[in-house]
């Protein structure tokens, strides 16, 4: 059985076909789009009744692009859905321009090739393809809250259909490069401004606009212009090479471990000197390259993941409606107390801050200030928007107006009797209907709410730090947590812009549990004779922001002091016993905020190798003894070094996958790459596990159980998913 059709035409009294791409929810440019397209454009063109054509999407949307999730499971897709659109016996009526070829016929010669004008009336927004779409059109109007750009190289593709081409000749090569590099989306006032938009109308007159535009264009009152032929917007060629030699510098720095943005580069540079329609031919040809490659896989595997996190058995099936959060109180208002105020308040929602004294309050809506004018020094807030956010938050050193709150959120320091006392409180003063959550990062959710009443309202709201600026947020149900909290708290992560991943109460969650190997492997490998410097660089080039040791000197030794204790009583021989961070801690090099740790800052954020290290460094490895049991360092390479480092946290998301602590694998690579810096061109830490092989990761962690001891058992959760090679991808 066929599907519906996706694309309508409709021929108004003044001769002007409307073309409709109807593909909920974003109109995605599917292969089924993409044939009707060509079908329909070919009818309008063939038509005696129709001088000109408008094309729109339906929904209040233009269309958002390929269909990523076709496009992930079949990579040539959005290429080989081209091979049966040909140009129709003798040619499209008027035709001016026949190329060919094979993926270029619709764009090239059926849109923009065709005899009678196409404008594009963009809505809502034009992405990807979408956007390719409307360029290839012979105008494009807009509607003012309408967002533009093409963002493939998001997802470790280029533009596909014409757009490294198209873009540059539209509104420059500076501004295309930075577009496509940046992903950057503009909108229409903007992009009217750079020439990507020829006019701009209000929404609800924009296709009666576009209609007469494209008259306009017919009668020749606007001009015809086909934009792979336009040159007045590129820049003198010398300039134009400059801008693209300075992108790939740029480039070096920022994307130093993918090709797709030199390729898209060379696909630009090559349409500047051969001319628009030879670019195309080139783009698809590197194109095909790209869409098949290991990092765009795993760039869309996370894109379609951070989808997928909102799908919560119980919850998201549509059978609950999410209670709105108009009032939330925050305990503490320290960094993560302020930063989890700060996103809660540039999104509209009220905030009582409380802290135990005036002082400290005080301290704490500095803080939030802070956070505030450094996003209207960025330009991503007004001033307006700064007294407006500010004009939400209340600070309070008692419970007023905490019975009318709707969630109230506990952010202390680690100490479950101080916890448990707030619990104990919010417990005689909040509203039935009220969710106590905690943003503890180690501690059991039962054992500091124990007493509570209600205990459906329970629940986890980890935020990461910067709370702010984190997307990422840890949504913790115990066995007694109702769905309707999960569901209130999932609608709420998605109004303040964060990507909620739903985990089981357990110690260290999801993203602290999978990732204690990090920093204890790290502590060995030093104790062996392996420089903490040399770690960290090798693991920065392997694709993570920083490396290990530059991370616990971000955080401060008191973070990972105050879940020490959980950690070893619950993973036991699991854990390294590093000496390292009390050897540092007596030596007062406890992080970048005193300006010592690993390394020296000197007043800046700006790490210097330190010296005096070594001297600690002798004294671990000796108090470790494992040199004097024969361990060195020796042999030891930088491919070991990461492997040694990560295998031992693929082998604990195992075990995370198989105990059912998240809801899905795919969870916890968002959870990776959000939660931990974990390179998302890899695709988050259990795609990169079945990427690299769990038979192989199986071998190795056996190789250094046999030789390093425990730390590197594998688990037979490990030994369960590496027997077949499907299973890992199967949760994923």
């Not at 630009?268 to 765009?296: C, N, Y």
């Not at 709707?406 to 509203?431: M, R, T, W, Y």
Request: with cysteine.
């Amino acid at each position: 059985m066929e599907d519906a059709s996706k694309v309508r035409l409709e021929v108004g009294g003044d001769g002007v076909a409307l073309l409709v791409i109807d593909n909920p929810p974003v109109n995605s440019l599917s292969a089924q789009v993409m044939g009707e397209l060509a079908e329909k454009f070919i009818e309008a063109h063939e038509r005696a009744d129709v001088q000109a054509i408008v094309l729109t999407g339906a929904n209040n949307k233009f269309s958002g692009g390929a269909d990523i999730k076709s496009m992930s499971k079949a990579p040539g897709l959005i290429y080989s859905c081209f091979l049966s659109i040909q140009q129709p016996t003798g040619g499209i009526v008027g035709a001016v321009r026949k190329t060919e070829v094979s993926g270029l016929v619709l764009m090239n010669d059926i849109i923009e090739g065709g005899s009678k004008p196409a404008v594009a009336a963009i809505h809502g927004f034009a992405l990807g393809g979408g956007l390719e779409l409307a360029m290839a059109c012979h105008a494009r109007v807009a509607s003012p809250d309408a967002r533009l750009g093409l963002p493939e190289l998001q997802l470790g593709i280029i533009p596909g259909l014409g757009g490294t081409q198209r873009l540059p000749r539209l509104v420059g090569v500076g501004k295309a490069v930075e577009m496509m590099m940046t992903s950057k989306m503009i909108k229409a006032k903007e992009a009217h401004e750079a020439g990507l938009v020829d006019a701009i109308c209000d929404y609800p007159q924009l296709i009666q606009f576009a209609r007469n535009y494209a008259k306009g264009i017919a009668n020749k009152t606007h001009p015809f212009l086909k934009t792979l032929e336009r040159s007045d917007k590129l820049e003198p060629l010398h300039k134009a090479l400059h801008i693209i030699a300075n992108a790939r510098l740029r480039a070096k720095k920022t994307h130093k471990h993918v090709e797709y943005p030199f390729i898209c580069l060379a696909v630009i540079e090559h349409g500047i000197h051969k001319g628009g329609i030879e670019g195309t031919i080139f783009e698809r040809k590197m194109g095909v390259q790209t869409v098949d490659s290991l990092p765009a896989k795993a760039l869309m595997h996370i894109f379609l993941a951070e989808r997928t996190v909102y799908k919560v058995p119980n919850v998201s099936d549509g059978r609950l409606e999410a209670r709105p959060v108009k009032t939330v109180g925050v305990i503490g208002g320290g960094l993560m107390g302020s930063g989890i105020a700060t996103a809660l308040i540039v999104h509209n929602v009220r905030v009582l801050l409380k802290e135990v004294d005036e002082e400290r309050l005080q301290a704490g809506i500095n803080r939030v200030q802070a956070n505030l004018k450094s996003r209207v020094s960025k330009g991503s807030m007004s001033q307006a928007e700064f007294q407006r956010a500010l004009g939400l938050l209340v600070g309070t050193v008692d419970y007023k107006g905490f019975e009318s709150a709707n969630l109230v959120i506990e952010a202390v320091i680690e100490s479950i009797p101080l916890k448990k006392k707030i619990f104990g409180e919010l417990d005689a003063i909040c509203s039935r209907d009220c969710i106590l959550a905690s943003n503890t990062s180690s501690c059991d959710l039962n054992e500091i709410t124990d007493g509570v009443s209600f205990r459906d309202r329970i629940i986890g709201a980890h935020f990461f730090s910067p709370a702010h600026v984190m997307r990422l947020l840890e949504i913790v149900r115990t066995d007694s947590t109702s769905h309707q909290s999960i569901c209130d708290l999932l609608a709420l992560s998605k109004k303040i812009g964060k990507v909620p991943v739903v985990v089981q109460n357990a110690v260290g969650f999801a993203v602290n549990r999978v990732f204690f190997p990090y920093h204890r492997i790290a502590a060995f490998l030093v104790d062996l004779g392996v420089h903490p410097y040399r770690i960290d660089a090798v693991i920065k080039d392997f694709g993570m922001p920083i490396g290990p040791f530059r991370l616990g000197d971000l955080a401060g030794l008191q973070i990972g002091a105050l879940v020490a204790d959980t950690f070893e009583k619950e993973f036991g021989d699991r854990l390294y016993p590093s000496y390292m961070g009390t050897l540092m801690a007596k030596a007062n090099r406890t992080g970048e905020a005193t300006g010592k740790g690993y390394y020296n800052y000197h007043g800046t954020r700006q790490e210097h190798p330190a010296p005096e290290l070594d001297e600690i460094l002798e004294e671990s490895r000796k108090l470790a003894g494992l040199n004097a049991r024969g361990l060195t360092a020796e042999g030891i390479t930088d491919k070991d070094i990461v492997e040694m480092i990560f295998f031992p946290i693929v082998n604990e998301a195992c075990r995370v996958i198989d105990e059912k602590i998240v809801i899905r694998a795919s969870d916890l690579d968002v959870a990776s790459v959000l939660g931990m810096g974990f390179p998302a061109f890899r695709g988050g830490i259990a795609f990169w596990g079945h990427t690299v092989g769990l038979h192989y990761i199986l071998v190795r962690l056996q190789q250094w159980h046999s030789h390093y001891g425990s730390i590197f058992r594998p688990t037979s959760s490990l030994h369960k998913l590496a027997a077949t090679k499907s299973m890992m991808l199967a949760h994923l």
